[in-house]
């Protein structure tokens, strides 16, 4: 079955440690998005990368880093530089314009 | 103003009402519009595109006034499984694949 997997489900970070998410698809699909979502907030985009080895920078990027090495899987790391890191991640990917399609999501907590 | 805004809600309806959702978008370039579904603690499912023609899928219909900068969804006959939140989503002019997220509006249908 073609889809989007993200994993860690759930995901707790302590104090000035980094945490990687992961976010793998088989759509064959060339954009990949990385969304934060707050309670009772609506999705905001922190990184999104429309081909390989090429990413920019979303509406609220700072504390968090991507790569995009191979066209399937786009990571995003949560650096201790993000001081609010709790929230919903969703990962997307999308055909050029397209309606995007989303992975089931990472809850981050903070311990 | 708001780059994309919807009704508030919460909307409670018994089982078999009619509901509307309403959402309006602030650039009148913008040429990509969806309505999601986001279910609690879940991720968003592309419930319908919208077409300058206005599209029906079944129990829920979508239209789009491009003058108005408006675009609404309509669910006939509501189902208790149709309770979620909606989402209204709009393209960024000039921004390849990016999309805008509404707050969402909030469904209870009730028995």
Not at chain 1, 5 to 12: C, D, E, I, N, V
Not at chain 1, 55 to 84: C, H, M, W
Not at chain 2, 65 to 88: E, F, P, V
Request: aromatic share 12%; hydrophobic share 30%; charged share 20%.
């Amino acid at each position: 079955d073609g889809g989007i997997t993200q994993s860690p489900k759930y995901l707790f970070r302590k104090e000035g440690q980094n945490v990687t998410l992961s976010c793998e698809q088989n759509l064959n699909h060339d954009a990949m998005y990385w969304y934060r979502q707050d309670p009772g907030q609506g999705l905001r985009l922190i990184y999104y990368s429309q081909i390989v080895n090429d990413f920019q920078k979303g509406d609220i990027a700072e504390g968090y880093s991507v790569s995009r090495e191979k066209k399937e899987s786009f990571p995003l790391t949560v650096t201790s530089a993000q001081k609010n890191p709790t929230a919903f991640y969703l990962c997307a990917s999308s055909i050029d314009w397209g309606p995007q399609h989303f992975g089931d999501g990472t809850r981050l907590s903070i311990l | 103003r708001k780059e994309v805004e919807q009704d508030p809600g919460p909307f409670n309806v018994p089982e078999g009402a009619t509901v509307a959702f309403n959402c309006t978008y602030s650039n009148s370039a913008s040429q990509s519009f969806f309505w999601y579904r986001q279910d609690c603690r879940k991720e968003p499912k592309l419930l319908m595109s919208v077409y300058s023609s206005g599209n029906e899928d079944g129990r829920f219909t979508a239209q789009l006034n491009r003058a108005s900068q408006y675009i609404s969804l309509l669910i006939r006959d509501s189902k208790l499984s149709d309770s979620a939140t909606y989402l209204c989503v709009v393209n960024r002019v000039n921004q390849g694949g990016k999309l805008i997220f509404g707050q969402g509006t909030e469904l209870s249908v009730k028995p």
